[in-house]
């Protein structure tokens, strides 16, 4: 194993710790596609001031079309990068200008695979004449990357954009649409992978020599180093080459495991990501608590930074409303655009996270239809969870609530005939119950695919919720553990578990 050598420059520029990175889908929304150039901008220029590092996502169908002038592929038809066109204004110029104008890093994410979904406008005969080049999945192609040919083509394409482009880095997106490796092959085919990333290391310092500049790689994996296993991702030897400098850790988790990854390097910078779009089943729009629970877990898990995935040009609330009334978006149809009224204050500072009132949950199943693999799925979530006679469940809490003002236990069962009996870390409690509906918490065999789908049933109150039954138990003063907390549910019949909650108030 030859370790990549890196510059001091370089190295330098590596420990510039980052606390708060935001990945921003520049073309995502309906709304930004209908903007005219100026209100684009001032729409999608309106992330929060605690951001010190920006990845754009704008690469879309970068490998077959570009978004930019290429020698390499033809340009992508579309509406809105034509408006941009035709004012002679180059989006990517326009937003590393702005990010660096502010003083902050300014990014560029790369998918390795992508689902096309205009090849109407922007057709793609690669796919007609070389089937072989790809793996077919859930009504779409995936790049596969065991494929010389498919490598040696991104790596071109991602070469040429950073030499076209001042970014500060190249961000690998390998977790946006798997599998990117022959499916039961993953793990065996790992060295494919880690020869494109070696490759792509080796080239962007040449391009780094060559220009008096540092261009820093980083890749998003998923939550777990087996989740990177399973889909064909050796970090292991990634990080002992020296082969990235920043990994983003999942997106759709709250549980994510920063521990194993920061045993294996104290250099790598490490992104413990929450994306609120296509989020965790059953928590499309937290409460600022349970954001506030999921960003403090990751930095006391050992993460530099938090990331906020899939921004969508969520402006203030008023900023919205505005440009909602505006452009005349529905709800109800396909243009509606969903914003975050979150107070990202203190975001980036653990001891600010650590006096405010939060919510730590357990993750569920489902949502997410575009992967065949590990990452993004959540398929070995703990909810929800039929428990029959005897079972437990695993709850992460980053603090000692014996220490707060209040701390109250929330389990949601589905419809409960006989209550259970549950312990905490050992400890019966005591509960109060009620009925109650989660409108997320649905009857539906297959829950809806998190992000769109959902956010139009909460926005005209669709109602597909089942009937349950909600236990809490006041814990105020019983200690918990900075890390995995038991609860283990007795029943005599079988309860179907949905949610798991801890309430902790500061103030």
């Known amino acids: 194993m030859k370790k990549i050598v890196l510059s001091q420059a370089h190295l330098d520029k590596r420990k510039q710790k980052k606390r708060f990175v935001l990945r921003d889908d520049i073309f995502c929304t309906i709304l930004q596609q209908k903007m005219c150039v100026k209100d684009y901008f001032d729409f999608?220029?309106?992330?929060?001031?605690?951001?010190?590092?920006?990845?754009?996502?704008?690469?879309?169908?970068?490998?077959?079309?570009?978004?930019?002038e290429s020698e390499i592929l033809p340009l992508r038809q579309n509406p809105m990068l034509a408006r941009f066109r035709d004012a002679g204004i180059d989006i990517f110029d326009e937003w590393i200008k702005h990010v660096h104008g502010r003083q902050k890093e300014c990014w560029l994410t790369y998918r390795i695979s992508e689902v096309d979904v205009d090849e109407d406008i922007n057709p793609l005969p690669i796919k007609e004449e070389h089937p072989e080049w790809f793996i077919p999945a859930f009504g779409f192609t995936m790049n596969n990357m065991a494929v010389p040919e498919i490598r040696e083509h991104k790596l071109k394409v991602a070469l040429e954009v950073m030499r076209k482009y001042a970014f500060d880095g190249l961000d690998i997106d390998f977790e946006r649409h798997t599998p990117i490796l022959p499916v039961g092959e993953q793990w065996e085919k790992r060295e494919c992978v880690t020869e494109f990333i070696r490759e792509l290391r080796t080239e962007l310092l040449k391009i780094g020599k060559e220009e008096g500049r540092v261009i820093m790689l980083s890749?998003?994996?998923?939550?777990?180093?087996?989740?990177?296993h399973q889909d064909g991702l050796d970090v292991e030897k990634w990080i002992k080459e020296d082969l990235?400098?920043?990994?983003?850790?999942?997106?759709?988790?709250?549980?994510?495991k920063v521990e194993e990854f920061r045993k294996l390097s104290k250099d790598v910078q490490l992104y413990a990501c929450y994306e609120p779009y296509h989020t965790v089943d059953g928590y499309f729009a937290p409460s600022l608590e349970a954001l506030r629970g999921i960003w403090y877990s990751h930095l006391q898990r050992g993460a530099d930074a938090v990331e906020y995935f899939n921004w969508l040009g969520q402006g203030k609330k008023e900023m919205v409303a505005h440009y909602v009334n505006l452009y005349g978006m529905d709800p109800k149809k396909e243009d509606y655009a969903q914003?975050?009224?979150?107070?990202?204050?203190?975001?980036?500072?653990?001891?600010?996270?650590?006096?405010?009132?939060?919510?730590?949950?357990?993750?569920?199943?489902?949502?997410?239809?575009?992967?065949?693999?590990?990452?993004?799925?959540?398929?070995?979530?703990?909810?929800?969870?039929?428990?029959?006679?005897?079972?437990?469940?695993?709850?992460?809490?980053?603090?000692?609530?014996?220490?707060?003002?209040r701390a109250t236990l929330k389990l949601l069962f589905e419809e409960l005939s006989q209550i259970p009996e549950v312990y905490f870390n050992g400890q019966k409690l005591s509960f109060l119950s009620q009925p109650h509906r989660d409108m997320q918490v649905t009857a539906e065999k297959v829950p809806p695919i998190s992000g769109h789908?959902?956010?139009?049933?909460?926005?005209?109150?669709?109602?597909?919720s089942k009937s349950c039954t909600m236990l809490e138990a006041d814990l105020t003063g019983i200690e918990t553990k900075i890390g995995y907390n038991i609860i283990?549910?007795?029943?005599?019949?079988?309860?179907s578990l949905e949610k798991v909650e801890l309430e902790v108030k500061r103030k």
């Not at 990235?244 to 994510?256: A, K």
């Not at 789908?453 to 109150?461: D, I, Q």
């Open 44 to 68: 999608s220029f309106s992330f929060p001031d605690e951001v010190d590092k920006v990845i754009i996502d704008g690469m879309y169908s970068g490998d077959w079309y570009s978004v930019y």
């Open 219 to 228: 890749a998003r994996v998923p939550d777990c180093l087996d989740g990177c």
């Open 244 to 256: 990235v400098d920043c990994l983003t850790l999942g997106s759709r988790s709250f549980d994510v």
């Open 339 to 405: 914003f975050g009224s979150e107070d990202f204050t203190g975001v980036n500072d653990k001891e600010f996270l650590e006096k405010q009132d939060k919510a730590y949950v357990i993750d569920r199943k489902g949502g997410y239809p575009w992967g065949i693999g590990y990452g993004n799925l959540n398929a070995d979530r703990q909810l929800p969870r039929v428990i029959e006679n005897d079972d437990e469940v695993r709850l992460y809490v980053a603090e000692n609530v014996k220490k707060a003002k």
């Open 453 to 464: 789908p959902v956010s139009v049933r909460l926005a005209y109150g669709e109602d597909h």
């Open 488 to 495: 283990r549910v007795l029943t005599k019949m079988p309860v």
